[in-house]
């Protein structure tokens, strides 16, 4: 077991080491990556492809890069926004690491890109503890998903930034709590800000791109707890099923 940790660790360290390079080399370019991050079918590719249109209406530089197990589904959805859109093929890599990302990004990422928005693989386990060298991370949740799935994924929502619900226009459908969705992102990431999304709807729509600039200019604003505790984002390492966080909570 202490070998499987310290493996973990040297990992994520590299990864960590990897990461403050992409983020120093991007940021002078001006450049600043957001890292998505949710469960699949949360919604996180329509709300994207909505979100990077606005961006081009508006006439800031995006681009998107979108990573899969297997497809170039997502890739094809958001080139629907008619900004550059780049497909990762992971092939079995449950999460992007910031080497893989850096790779991806030379030669194709165009100089004057203000803003990268980072498609992580559908996924609430591994990608929660890699640091892509984002100034913003994200983390969606869907109210088809219950109330309780901040405290099953305590890494993933403890380290966001910014957290939004998406497909509100089902909530009465399903009965989805969302005062006691907000009650559990707080008592994982106190202070976090969690905003309501629906594309079809169109509630919240822009608030993303609007919380992108911002912290592309001022940093993220909020610090979560769990960073503040460590100089690591993987200060309290997930075990394998990844439900080791800062607080107790049962598993899936």
């Given at each position: 077991?202490?070998?499987?940790?310290?493996?973990?660790?040297?990992?994520?360290?590299?990864?960590?080491?990897?990461?403050?390079?992409?983020?120093?080399?991007?940021?002078?370019?001006?450049?600043?990556?957001?890292?998505?991050?949710?469960?699949?079918?949360?919604?996180?590719?329509?709300?994207?492809?909505?979100?990077?249109?606005l961006?081009?209406?508006?006439?800031?530089?995006?681009?998107?890069?979108?990573?899969?197990?297997?497809?170039?589904?997502?890739?094809?959805?958001?080139?629907?926004?008619?900004?550059?859109?780049?497909?990762?093929?992971?092939?079995?890599?449950?999460?992007?690491?910031?080497?893989m990302?850096?790779?991806?990004?030379?030669?194709?990422?165009?100089a004057?890109?203000?803003?990268l928005?980072?498609?992580?693989?559908?996924n609430?386990v591994?990608?929660?503890?890699?640091?892509?060298?984002?100034?913003?991370?994200?983390?969606?949740?869907?109210?088809?998903e219950?109330?309780?799935?901040?405290?099953?994924?305590?890494?993933a929502?403890?380290?966001?930034?910014?957290?939004?619900?998406?497909?509100t226009?089902l909530?009465?459908?399903?009965?989805?709590?969302?005062?006691?969705?907000?009650?559990?992102?707080?008592?994982?990431?106190?202070?976090?800000?969690?905003v309501?999304?629906?594309?079809?709807?169109?509630?919240?729509?822009?608030?993303?791109?609007?919380?992108a600039?911002?912290?592309?200019?001022?940093?993220?604003?909020?610090?979560?707890?769990?960073?503040?505790?460590?100089?690591?984002?993987?200060?309290?390492?997930?075990?394998?099923?990844g439900?080791?966080g800062?607080?107790?909570?049962?598993?899936?």
């Open positions: 077991m202490c070998r499987v940790l310290d493996l973990q660790q040297a990992v994520l360290a590299k990864n960590d080491a990897c990461a403050h390079t992409l983020r120093e080399e991007l940021a002078a370019r001006g450049t600043a990556v957001v890292n998505l991050l949710s469960s699949p079918g949360s919604g996180k590719t329509a709300l994207l492809e909505r979100e990077l249109t961006a081009r209406e508006r006439g800031v530089p995006v681009a998107a890069l979108t990573a899969d197990l297997a497809t170039e589904n997502d890739a094809v959805r958001l080139a629907r926004a008619e900004v550059p859109v780049k497909q990762v093929l992971t092939d079995g890599l449950c999460h992007l690491e910031a080497e990302l850096g790779g991806h990004l030379d030669g194709w990422l165009p004057d890109t203000r803003l928005f980072v498609e992580n693989v559908g609430l591994c990608p929660a503890s890699y640091d892509l060298g984002e100034t913003l991370r994200v983390v969606l949740a869907s109210v088809t219950g109330e309780d799935k901040p405290l099953k994924y305590p890494t929502f403890g380290l966001a930034h910014l957290v939004l619900i998406t497909k226009d909530a009465a459908a399903v009965d989805f709590d969302e005062t006691t969705f907000r009650a559990n992102v707080e008592r994982i990431n106190p202070g976090a800000e969690v309501r999304t629906s594309v079809r709807g169109g509630e919240g729509l822009g608030t993303l791109l609007e919380r600039l911002a912290a592309r200019e001022n940093g993220p604003g909020h610090i979560p707890v769990m960073t503040r505790r460590s100089h690591h984002l993987h200060d309290g390492l997930e075990d394998r099923d439900d080791r800062p607080v107790g909570s049962s598993r899936s």
